[in-house]
């Protein structure tokens, strides 16, 4: 057999896997990352044929070899996510911090790829990890606004949906008085969320822009298109209260 020959030949491991079955590649995988320890790729596909128990040792066992390998960070924070849940953010953030200890760059668009990845594999506790540790990094404080804005309307965009909902959160949570941000995230919600979602955040975003006109009447009109008309009228009498010379309201 080639292997017993080449044994550090990677593309023939990979080769040999792809043909075989699961019970058989989870088998050569583990004899693979022994010969092959420095492939990363290996690593990954061991861990995700194993058990929990079993994959989180193969996890541990590969970043000991490849301390800067942000993929596996990631994959063990997806394994937490499917029932250690609240250990997929520490992870990421232990992930971060140690990637830079091995002086790393964190390089913030690269992980803004990772959170899109993972939206779309229905990883929700990982991306919302990636977005929450990394939004920040590599950002004046001056350019946070329009920068965190680009990065949600660039998924929105692609069709990474739930990514540019992890943006605007901490979006609006710092910049909470500013109207602008507020509506773009309404306008996800109104294009890709629920009734109920979208004016959850408006009532939000008017406790802090009280003069943003807008943002009232957006919340009253869903109101009144859920035939709920005494709520709608109830908003606008809490509009007019707060805008009195608005003849919008």
């Not at 990772?114 to 990982?126: H, P």
């Amino acid at each position: 057999m080639a292997l017993d020959e080449i044994p550090y030949l990677v593309r023939l491991w990979k080769a040999l896997v792809e043909i075989s079955s699961e019970e058989e590649a989870r088998i050569l995988l583990h004899r693979a990352v022994e010969c092959c320890p420095l492939d990363v790729e290996l690593w990954l596909a061991l861990g995700r044929l194993e058990t929990y128990g079993v994959a989180r040792s193969v996890l541990n066992k590969a970043r000991k070899k490849l301390p800067k390998e942000r993929a596996i960070w990631i994959a063990a924070a997806k394994l937490e996510a499917n029932g250690n849940t609240s250990m997929v953010g520490k992870i990421i953030e232990r992930g971060i911090r140690a990637l830079q200890g091995e002086e790393v760059v964190i390089d913030r668009d690269t992980w803004m790829k990772e959170a899109e990845v993972a939206d779309k594999a229905g990883s929700v506790l990982t991306w919302v990890a990636i977005i929450t540790n990394t939004i920040e990094i590599g950002v004046d404080e001056e350019d946070k606004k329009r920068t965190w804005v680009a990065d949600a309307e660039e998924c929105k965009k692609k069709g990474s949906i739930e990514t540019a909902r992890a943006i605007f959160y901490p979006a609006c949570t710092v910049f909470l008085t500013k109207k602008n941000i507020w509506l773009k995230a309404a306008q996800l919600e109104k294009s890709h969320g629920s009734r109920e979602s979208l004016i959850a955040l408006l009532r939000k975003a008017v406790t802090y822009c009280r003069q943003a006109e807008v943002l009232w009447l957006m919340g009253a009109k869903e109101k009144w298109l859920a035939g709920d008309v005494p709520v709608a009228r109830d908003i606008l009498q809490e509009a007019y209260a707060a805008i009195p010379n608005s003849e919008e309201i």
